[in-house]
């Protein structure tokens, strides 16, 4: 008879032989293995929500500007363009809710996030339109710093469930 693979992010089995490791937390910011959620995890995943936000409502704007026949130089391109904004958005959107719900991989898709917002945000700084590029900056940079926090590094260990696949 084989045991199932053990998950160092749930509880250990009580010792009366009962698996505790399927009760729900006692409060709504425990984590895995009962860690409370810290500060960090709520700012990295807001600043992440709004990115996703942010690209939304770009794909919204550019969808609008190819229906209402805003010149384009191939078609197709421009689709693509829309369909790849999309994409990123609905990915960063899955990355905050992960993050805040503590998943290990979240953590390197949340950094390369804010670096591309980075590589976006300083040319747009210096190239004249300051407000612009420090909206995008700060928080970037408040993320990262988050990101590298021991007690954010802590919480966001969770790896995926083992549960079967049908």
Known sequence: M????????QPAPGSDGSDDSVAEP???GAGPAGN????GILVISIVVALE???LLG???WYAFELLSGAPVLTFWGAVF???LLLAFSAWLFAVGLFLFRGYRWTRAAALVAQLFVLT???PT???GLVFQGIAMIVPALAAIVFLFQKNVIAFASRVGGTSAAL
């Open 2 to 9: 084989s045991r199932p693979p053990v998950n160092p992010a």
């Open 26 to 28: 006692t409060s709504a």
């Open 36 to 39: 409370q959620r810290p500060a």
């Open 52 to 54: 996703a936000l942010a």
């Open 58 to 60: 770009a794909a919204a």
């Open 81 to 83: 363009t829309l369909a």
């Open 120 to 122: 976006i945000g300083f």
């Open 125 to 127: 700084m210096t190239g």
